[in-house]
DNA sequence: TCATTAAATTGTT
DNA sequence: AACAATTTAATGA
């Protein structure tokens, strides 16, 4: 299988607004950013925590999770390697808001405040990448409003997969993602019956690839477009 | 290396 | 939600 591991700077290296930085401003980056395992089913990080780095997934796989008043689970979005977030918050100087759960072994990268900010005033390109990556998030929670309201579940499981790979800020990363049928359900609010009978239907339309413990993705645009 | 077993995941109703 | 079928991982001969 796929297990080559990979160092934390290797995975720094492969990250797109790496490639743009100069060899100064990577170097304090390799040093400053260290690395973090948390087992399946552990926080990465909790609501209401203050912000103390920008956070990326080497491997693994994580969700954004929050609690409803009534102490009900919702799920936003999920996070698969190669994603970094924790921008917003740091940005305004703000608390997490949301809980941040594993939901494999994971290994997360964690860079300082203060390299972000120095990075953020210093290169130009990762600068455009922060603004790419916000405004990539914006328009997938506003297609989350229409997601939610308006389509079948199908359709619902197939956004919810394409905007795993979309944030088309993650090129190259391999289209493979370690996640029971189940998890699927809880990233895009079906049960675990419905996700089933999705992923069937869009393995069908040849669009993903269903294995054993995971789910490889195919045709992301194909997913993106997809409409019952 | 192979067989056995337990645990996880999937498919169906 | 419950059940059966399938795949993987772990164990020991």
Avoid at 29 to 38: C, G, K, L, S
Avoid at 67 to 85: M, Y
Avoid at 176 to 204: D, T, W
């Amino acid at each position: 299988m796929d297990n080559q591991v990979q160092t934390l700077t290797e995975h720094l290296r492969a990250t797109i607004w790496a490639r743009c930085l100069t060899a100064a401003q990577m170097k304090r980056v390799e040093t400053d950013t260290f690395e973090q395992f948390v087992p399946k089913g552990g926080f990465v990080c909790r609501k209401g925590e203050p912000m103390e780095s920008w956070t990326g997934i080497i491997d693994g796989l994580v969700k954004m999770n929050n609690f409803s008043p009534a102490g009900k689970s919702v799920t936003f979005t999920g996070v698969p390697a190669g994603g970094w977030f924790g921008e917003g918050s740091l940005l305004k100087d703000d608390r997490r808001k949301y809980d941040v759960i594993a939901l494999r072994d994971t290994r997360v990268a964690q860079m300082p405040r203060a390299t972000f900010e120095w990075l953020l005033e210093t290169s130009l390109p990762f600068t455009r990448f922060l603004l790419m990556q916000l405004n990539e998030r914006l328009g997938q929670f506003i297609g989350l409003v229409e997601t939610d309201r308006l389509l079948n579940v199908d359709t619902r499981v197939a956004r919810c997969l394409a905007s795993m790979f979309n944030s088309h800020l993650y090129p190259g990363i391999e289209k493979v993602v370690q996640i029971s049928q189940e998890e699927i359900g809880y990233l895009s609010g079906a049960s675990r019956q419905s996700a089933n009978q999705a992923l069937q239907l869009l393995e069908k339309e040849g669009l993903v690839r269903i294995d054993y413990g995971g789910i490889r993705v195919l045709d992301v645009e194909g997913l993106r477009q997809f409409e019952t």
